[in-house]
Structure formats: structure tokens, C-alpha cells
């Protein structure tokens, strides 16, 4: 094949995916979508867009800052819809931000009552947002290389048995509300008097820790058996593996775990806001709560409590499917604290990095 | 005046105003790609700096309080310090292990060979560099090729606890700047006339001496250049110093992207941006008599 030819090759190669991309843009319509990385697997979002004729446009975001950051940069009509943790949406709906929506439009009664977070999601009287899944900070662990047992005590990572052996996640809010649940300290009553205590501890980890990691990492970490405890993890960290790699499971120990959970909302200024709705009710129906619980990315607890029948056994088993009622009773939401306090925090954090 | 008052210097004078004009009108494109890309943004961030966030909202305080915060909190510091010592060590190697290999290709690999040899030089690069990053870790972990290796021959008796170091960070870092440096050195090495290497040996000078008072001090902005460009990339890394180093010590960009993306702390974030640019400034300064690129 001579050069020329090639070259008309990748030209109508290119064209063609140009006019591939247009038209499936002008498909009956588009939704952007503001998400965690769990929203953007094609298991999840095709069936949305095949029943309803309708191009999802995903931007993936790390972290609320991130996400919040995007959201002041742009434009009023940019998103349709938005993902993030149940505790930012009070904020953002008081901005004027979010969109309510009737309350015969949701699944209310198929919720979780425990994660149903009506304080956060219920602003005079008009609902705000939903909770679309949910988990657990805790501990992580290879079976195969540690005590099961020894998982069930949660000072046991700041004593010196498992030393080198440990990698912590890093992020400093459901940490540092973790280490407090382990010193006994209640979540929802932290304060700046608090933090002498969980600094010692957290130097304590700092030492048996041999790395602080994000969810990427954390999962190589101790699929590669470069650690056997991951400090923070849960099941969004074991279930995406759990096929194949049996031995690594989680656990809540006695002093319970910190449940996380993100909420779906839409945006006031939604371009459309009838698909955006849809979408809300797709991710929110079981067949949505099912494909997004075991999504390619991570794994968590869908909210619906009629997803159970979507899940197979092993997707049960590695989710705690039949343990939740154990475990939402032992657990603790995420520290909501000021301004101030989260800085403060946060600064902790770093120096204990840097130790 | 009496030089204006000569009507040929008249005509030199208004033909070098006009090639001075042509030339202006030539770089301005490029000039206002600098103001629109570069200037303005760093004024953005520079004002931005000097604010404040309070109660979770950005209050314009005009005060240096950022700056302040950062020099007094010493695990601050520490994370420049870091990020210093880090960058220095890998421009270091990067240099000692780029000058052989540039010269190799240069002087000994028959000049067919040589492009063949400098695509396999930068091969790598083809590749992402976070791909990369996560290739290293695999390597360097401690079921990775490297222990595994030292196990099999019994070198060692327990894996050793490479990946999730700092080591593990400068040998990442150290693999993709190798091959910058290596096509900075190459370019300046086959720019050089062989004269000069002739001239030496002529005057009596053997190898060793030949490259070391003719070759390497003619080779200095290839290796500058390639030095200031490796520091100025690695010091404002933080993939690698993340994937790699495991977060065990933090580096100036991983704290600055903690302020952006845990609390939306643009002030913060810009005060140790600009901080990290100071850095590169005075990186620039001492490198700047050789970033001229010409053979003084």
C-alpha cells in the first residue's frame, strides 16, 4: 500500500467517525452528566440511552471539590445532572442549584429508611436529590494473609502485628472520622478538641502504614499483594474483584464502619430536564440500582431495596446483601463539619503524611 | 545627528525601522498567545493568590496570608523541599545515564542505524505516561519482576519495599527523562564539528582529556537544556510522585492539587503555585547562561 493511499484511508476513516459521532449527537436528544467514574460504565449507561433515544454525555470527576469546582466554572444549562455526596446537597439546593422534584417521581418507600437522608435531601418539603448507592469505609483485607479475626478490632492496624502490612486511603474526611470511630469518638460530634487525640493515632498508623492510596491504587495494592489490609476500604474496593480474587474480603469491625453514600440530583438550569429526570429514575429503578452497584469501576450498595432479586448470589455475598441491617446499626455518617474544621483537618492530614 | 543628516544612513535607518516593524508584526501571533495563554491566566492566579477562602466561599482579602501560612507550616516546606531534592536527583541521573547513551548513538552506531536507534530511544513515549506509572509499579512491587529476580537468585531473603518509596518515584521519573535528555545531548553532539576532537588530539590530547576540555564543554547547552527542561517537568509532576511513591511524602503539586481538589482552595492552591514557579525561576536563572544555545 503506497503512502497516498494510506493516508486516503485514515481521512475516510476519520470522516467517518466524524459523521458516526454527529449523528449519534443528533440522536433525539442529549443529557450531560456530572458523575463519579462508576456512571460512566457502557453496561449501565446503554440501556438508558437505546430505550430512550438519548446521547449521556459524562464528565467523571475525583473528589466533591473537584466536582464543585466544575460546577462554579460553568455556564447556568452546561449539566442535567449531577452525582454527589448526600451532605453537599443542602448547599447547592439553598444556591438555587438543584432542581426539586415531586415526590410520586421517586422511589421513595423502596429506599433504605437509613440511607434515605431526608435532612439532606428534603428541603421544604420538595425533594432535592435521592441516594443511589451506598457502603462503608472500614477495613479491606486479604484473607489469605491475615487474621479475619484480628479484623474485627480496629485498633489492631495502630498496634505493631501487621506493621508494613497496611495501606491506608487517602482522604483525610472519612479517615479521620474512621480513626475517631476507633478512639470511640461520635462521627456526627466531632470538634477541634478531638483532633490531639487522633493525631497520635494517626502517627501511629502513619508508621505501620506502607502507603496512602486512591481507589485505583488501593485495588492494585492489594491485588498485587503489596499489601494484605487496606485501612478505609470496603466493599467498593473487593466487590469489582470478588470474581476473581475470592480471598480478598471486608468486614465492619466491632467499632463499626462510616457509611458514604452519593446521592443523583439534576440542575435547575438543565438544558433538559425531562431526560434528566428519566435518567434520575433509571439510576434509581432496580435494573439501574443493579447494573450501577457492580459497575466496572467500583461496587457499592444500591439504595433500592427491590434491587436484591437484579443481583446474583456472588454480587450479594460480596456486597453484604443479607448483613445490612447489622451493618447500617453499627455504622456512622461522614464528619460534616465547618469550613474551618475541615481545613483543619485536612492540614492534620499532611502533616501526617509528611511524617 | 550628523549620521541622520547623511541621506544613506537615512535609508538604513528607515530600512531597519521597517525590517523592525516586519519583525514585531512576525511575532505577534505568538506574542499574543503568550499574553492570552500565559500572561493573563498567571495574573489570574497571581490576584488569585492574595484571596482567601473563608466558610467555604473565595473572599478577596488582599493580604499574603497564603504565603505566610505556607512558609510557617513546616510539613508545607517540607513538601518544596521534596519536591526540590527529588527533581534535582533525577536531572542528575537522568544526565549521567542520557550522556553515554546520546553518545553511543551519535559516535558509534553506524549512521544508517542511528534514527532506528533514537525511535527505539523513544519508544517509550509512545506509551501513556500513567500507563507507564502503573507499569513500574507492577515492576518494582514486591511480587514485581525486580524481587521476584533477586528472590529466584537468592540476592535476597525478603521482597524488598521498592514501590510505594521515593526510590520508586525517582526510578519512574528517571525512565521518562532519560530518553528527553538523551535527544537533547544527541542533537548538540551531532552538531559538533569532529575538527575539534581532531584538533585536540593533534595537540597532544588523549580521550579522556580531549572529552573533557573540549567535548563536554561544547556538549553544556544540550545537556542544560535537557537538564532545566527534565527539572522544570518533574518538579511539577505529581502523577508520578502519586502513583509510584505511594503518597508516603508529598511533593509540592500533590498538596496544591489536595487544596483544589478536597476543598475547592483556589487561593491556597494559587499562593503554592506561584511558590513552585519561583522555584522554576531561579531552576532558569542558574541554567540561563547555557539556555542560549550557542557556543560561547
Request: aromatic share 10%; glycine share 6%.
Amino acid at each position: 500500500m503506497n503512502t497516498r493511499k494510506l493516508k486516503n484511508y485514515v481521512l475516510a476513516g476519520l470522516g467517518a467517525m466524524c459523521f458516526a459521532g454527529t449523528q449519534s449527537a443528533l440522536a433525539a436528544g442529549s443529557i450531560n452528566a456530572l458523575v463519579w467514574c462508576d456512571h460512566t460504565d457502557p453496561e449501565f449507561i446503554r440501556p438508558f440511552e437505546e430505550a430512550n433515544d438519548v446521547k449521556v454525555n459524562l464528565k467523571e470527576f475525583e473528589g466533591t471539590g473537584a466536582a464543585l469546582s466544575i460546577l462554579e466554572q460553568s455556564q447556568p444549562g452546561d449539566w442535567d445532572v449531577l452525582i454527589i455526596d448526600g451532605v453537599d446537597v443542602p448547599k447547592l439546593a439553598k444556591d438555587g442549584l438543584l432542581a426539586s422534584h415531586p415526590e410520586e417521581a421517586l422511589p421513595i418507600a423502596d429506599i433504605w429508611p437509613e440511607v434515605l437522608l431526608e435532612e439532606n435531601h428534603k428541603i421544604d418539603g420538595k425533594w432535592y436529590g435521592m441516594t443511589e448507592l451506598f457502603g462503608y469505609n472500614t477495613i479491606a483485607y486479604n484473607k489469605d494473609k491475615v487474621d479475619p479475626a484480628d479484623m474485627l478490632d480496629m485498633t489492631t492496624l495502630w498496634g505493631d502485628k501487621y506493621k508494613g502490612r497496611i495501606a491506608v486511603y487517602d482522604w483525610h474526611t472519612p479517615m479521620i472520622g474512621l480513626v475517631a470511630m476507633g478512639l470511640g469518638k461520635k462521627t456526627a460530634e466531632l470538634s477541634e478538641s478531638d483532633l490531639p487525640e487522633i493525631k497520635d493515632t494517626l502517627f501511629k498508623l502513619k508508621e505501620n502504614a506502607s502507603q496512602f492510596t486512591d481507589v485505583v491504587s488501593s485495588q492494585t495494592a492489594l491485588a498485587t499483594g503489596e499489601v494484605d489490609i487496606l485501612f478505609g476500604g470496603g466493599e467498593w474496593l473487593t466487590g469489582v474483584l470478588s470474581q476473581e480474587m475470592p480471598n480478598l474480603d471486608w468486614v465492619l469491625p466491632e467499632q463499626g464502619g462510616l457509611m458514604w453514600s452519593q446521592s443523583v440530583t439534576t440542575l435547575a438550569d438543565a438544558k433538559n430536564p425531562e431526560m434528566a429526570l428519566k435518567f434520575m429514575q433509571y439510576i434509581l429503578s432496580p435494573e439501574g440500582q443493579a447494573k450501577l452497584a457492580t459497575s466496572s469501576c467500583y461496587w457499592a450498595m444500591p439504595a433500592n431495596m427491590k434491587t436484591g432479586p437484579m443481583l446474583n448470589d456472588q454480587q450479594k455475598a460480596a456486597l453484604r446483601w443479607d448483613q445490612q441491617a447489622g451493618y447500617l446499626a453499627n455504622s456512622q455518617l461522614y464528619p460534616v463539619v465547618s469550613a474551618e474544621l475541615d481545613e483543619k483537618m485536612e492540614d492534620l492530614w499532611t502533616e501526617m503524611l509528611q511524617r | 545627528m550628523r549620521q541622520s543628516a547623511n541621506p544613506e544612513s537615512l535609508v538604513v535607518t528607515i530600512t531597519r525601522q521597517g525590517s523592525g516593524f516586519k519583525r514585531w508584526r512576525l511575532v505577534l501571533p505568538a506574542l499574543l498567545w503568550t499574553v492570552a495563554f500565559f500572561v493573563i491566566p498567571f495574573l489570574f492566579m497571581a490576584v488569585m493568590s492574595l484571596w482567601h477562602r473563608i466558610g467555604g466561599e473565595i473572599v478577596a482579602t488582599w493580604n499574603l496570608d497564603n504565603y505566610v501560612e505556607f512558609l510557617t507550616k513546616p510539613h508545607l516546606v517540607k513538601s518544596l523541599l521534596n519536591s526540590i531534592e527529588i527533581s534535582f536527583c533525577v536531572t542528575v541521573i537522568s544526565i549521567v545515564l542520557a550522556y553515554p547513551l546520546a553518545w553511543i548513538i551519535a559516535e558509534r552506531v553506524p549512521a544508517r542505524w542511528q534514527r532506528t536507534a533514537l525511535i527505539l530511544a523513544i519508544l517509550p513515549f509512545w506509551t501513556s505516561y500513567v500507563v507507564r506509572s502503573y507499569a513500574w509499579l507492577l515492576v518494582l512491587s514486591k511480587q514485581g519482576i525486580v524481587n521476584t529476580f533477586l528472590l529466584d537468585v537468592g540476592i535476597i531473603a525478603e521482597p524488598l519495599a521498592i514501590a510505594s518509596t521515593r526510590y520508586a518515584t525517582i526510578i519512574g521519573f528517571v525512565h521518562f527523562f532519560v530518553m528527553l535528555l538523551t535527544l537533547t545531548i544527541y542533537a548538540n553532539l551531532k552538531q559538533l564539528s569532529p575538527n575539534y576532537a581532531r584538533a585536540a588530539t593533534d595537540l597532544g590530547a588523549g580521550p579522556l582529556r580531549t572529552f573533557w576540555h573540549v567535548i563536554l564543554p561544547l556538549t553544556l547547552p544540550g545537556i542544560m537544556v535537557g537538564a532545566f527542561l527534565t527539572f522544570v517537568l518533574c518538579i511539577g509532576d505529581y502523577i508520578t510522585p502519586k502513583i509510584l511513591g505511594g503518597s508516603n511524602e508529598l511533593v509540592l503539586p500533590q498538596v496544591i492539587m489536595l487544596q483544589i481538589g478536597r476543598r475547592a482552595d483556589f487561593p491556597n492552591a494559587a499562593a503554592m503555585s506561584i511558590i513552585l514557579m519561583a522555584v522554576v525561576i531561579i531552576a532558569y536563572l542558574l541554567c540561563a547562561r547555557w539556555l542560549k544555545m550557542e557556543r560561547t
